[in-house]
């Protein structure tokens, strides 16, 4: 059941885009935007962490995951470290998938020429 709960939520996920998309002047970049700071937003007040709980992996894949990370991470070092740790620890979780964007984009780049 679990498949079927984290398949509708990143479907959720992708419907309110689209239909956000289509009905409004939004570029994609403003949407995914507003979409980091929901999942930020929601993880703020622990609430993302619940829906991870529920439908597990679904809640991960979309872009408001990025957002829950981002928090996640800085509210967990500002615990240990103070101020300085929220942006010490923004990164914490969310460095590898940076890094991984960079790396695969620069070797895309390679192999791939743009039309003109």
């Not at 408001?64 to 010490?88: C, E, V, Y």
Request: net charge negative.
């Amino acid at each position: 059941m679990i498949y079927l709960y984290s398949f509708l939520f990143a479907g959720f996920i992708c419907l309110i885009g689209q239909v956000i998309l289509d009905n409004t002047k939004l570029s994609p970049g403003h949407i995914t935007s507003l979409f980091v700071v929901i999942g930020s937003s929601l993880d703020i007040f622990n609430i993302y962490d619940k829906i991870i709980l529920y439908v597990g992996g679904g809640a991960l894949v979309p872009i408001t995951s990025f957002g829950h990370s981002l928090i996640h991470g800085a509210l967990d070092k500002a615990s240990d470290f103070g101020p300085i740790g929220i942006a010490m620890g923004m990164f914490d979780l969310t460095a590898p998938g940076i890094s991984a964007a960079i790396v695969f984009t620069f070797f895309l780049t390679l192999f791939f020429k743009p039309k003109d």
